[in-house]
T-cell receptor
């Protein structure tokens, strides 16, 4: 399997522009997570989906952030309008349904999208 | 709410030596999982080792082992025979055991480990 695929790997944009980050989870995984990593705040969960349905979006910073999962193989995280404080590495991760206890908890991460907002 | 604390921002170890990374957590849950993830310079997070809270036996994966002290809420990672490729940021993480949909990880702030030649 190719693993979790994220694009773009790097994005540099100007304040006020719309940014769309994309994620393709591992085939067969039913949960998808978006995390943000910064030096100041570490790794923060933004939102996660189970079976394409958003379960908890309490980590989404504000209304400028939105996430969708239109099908089991694709998710987007959109920031509109972007601001310099949104600069971070954004990770997508997927996870299979727990199979007994053995697989429970393992998240498979993509390589992240580094966003710089000037 | 759960919190995970890693009190060592940076550590270094000589190649082939042993190093221990510390992690403490706070939770009112009785059933949960603990993890150590590794983030090398390539940025991708990789699972190193997992511990189920209901198990008293400490988890081991080759050169990696944990010291899980449930009463003390402590979960340290020991790396034996350190290799240059172990250089990375290491994150301790917590997840509630749930049969439902709440399966998110809470991460600590990380420990940057450098293995010196």
């Amino acid at each position: 399997d190719a693993g979790v695929i994220q694009s773009p790997r790097h994005e540099v944009t100007e304040m006020g522009q719309e940014v769309t980050l994309r994620c393709k989870p591992i085939s067969g995984h039913n949960s998808l997570f978006w995390y943000r990593q910064t030096m100041m705040r570490g790794l923060e969960l933004l939102i996660y989906f189970n079976n394409n349905v958003p379960i908890d979006d309490s980590g989404m910073p504000e209304d400028r952030f939105s996430a969708k999962m239109p099908n089991a193989s694709f998710s987007t995280l959109k920031i509109q309008p972007s601001e310099p404080r949104d600069s971070a590495v954004y990770f997508c991760a997927s996870s299979p349904l727990p199979f007994g206890r053995r697989l429970a908890g393992e998240l498979f991460f993509g390589e992240g999208s580094r966003l710089t907002v000037l | 709410a759960q919190t995970v604390t890693q009190s060592q921002p940076e550590m270094s170890v000589q190649e082939a030596e042993t190093v221990t990374l510390s992690c403490t957590y706070d939770t009112s849950e009785n059933n949960y999982y603990l993890f150590w993830y590794k983030q090398p310079p390539s940025r991708q997070m990789i699972l190193v080792i997992r511990q189920e809270a209901y198990k008293q036996q400490n988890a081991t994966e080759n050169r990696f082992s944990v010291n899980f002290q449930k009463a003390a809420k402590s979960f340290s990672l020991k790396i034996s025979d350190s290799q240059l490729g172990d250089t990375a940021m290491y994150f301790c993480a917590f997840m509630k055991q749930s049969s439902g949909s709440a399966r998110q990880l809470t991460f600590g702030s990380g420990t940057q480990l450098t293995v010196l030649p």
